[in-house]
């Protein structure tokens, strides 16, 4: 039997804005495909993406803030699909 390690992952700097674009992505994905149970495991996911590129970048409001910019705008696109189709069930 073999042990493999891991690197790390880096949540500092770019490095966490890249980690928060990927999830970014595969959020788009999801919804564009409208797997729901991929949107709420990304969701979940991303909450804790979220908590550790804060943490990593306590010093770098501007990495913080880039991340959390792009990501925004994945939950306003989530938001108005939501909302299509909760109106699509009432009819």
Not at 21 to 40: G, I, P, T, Y
Not at 41 to 62: M, P, W
Not at 64 to 86: D, F
Request: charged residues 25%.
């Amino acid at each position: 039997m073999r042990l493999q390690l891991v690197e790390p992952i880096d949540y500092a700097g770019q490095a966490g804005v890249m980690q928060v674009r990927s999830l970014q992505h595969a959020l788009n994905v999801a919804l564009e495909a409208e797997d729901w149970e991929k949107v709420r495991r990304l969701d979940q996911s991303c909450a804790v993406v979220i908590d550790k590129v804060i943490f990593a970048n306590e010093g770098d409001t501007k990495a913080i803030a880039e991340a959390l910019n792009e990501l925004k705008g994945v939950y306003a696109s989530l938001i108005v699909q939501c909302k299509r189709e909760v109106a699509l069930m009432a009819h």
